[in-house]
């Protein structure tokens, strides 16, 4: 019942930035990131529950921040002092279920958008 469509990626050195949106089709499902690096699996990035608590992988906390805009149906990534280890394929997925998006088992995904970062 939900689409959603990521974009903002790209390629940059590290210590540069980069600020990812996911616009959705709905507004009646929580959103979150997600990455997978290449020959690893998903990992969560961040999210927000339905208190708007901000909730943070350890490897991204101080350096990406998470928001949205409830209006335009919009969830943000802003990612600061960027690390090859930040290279991956990003996602944005939602669920009507705040804690199934953060086990990632969410019921919709996007298609990705490609962040690469070289030293």
């Known amino acids: 019942q939900v689409q959603l469509v990521e974009s903002g990626g790209g390629s940059v050195q590290a210590g540069g930035s980069l600020r990812l949106s996911c616009a959705a089709s709905?507004?009646?499902?929580?959103m979150g990131w997600f990455r997978q690096a290449p020959g690893k699996g998903r990992q969560r990035v961040a999210s927000?529950?339905?208190?708007?608590?901000?909730f943070y992988e350890d490897s991204v906390k101080g350096r990406f921040t998470v928001s949205e805009d409830t209006a335009k149906n919009t969830l943000y990534l802003q990612m600061d002092s960027l690390k090859p280890e930040d290279t991956a394929m990003y996602y944005c997925?939602?669920?009507?279920?705040?804690?199934?998006?953060?086990?990632?088992?969410?019921?919709?995904w996007g298609q990705g958008t490609q962040v690469t970062v070289s030293s």
């Open positions: 927000i529950d339905s208190g708007g608590e901000k």
């Open positions: 709905s507004h009646a499902y929580y």
């Open positions: 997925a939602a669920d009507i279920s705040w804690r199934r998006l953060w086990s990632l088992a969410p019921s919709y």
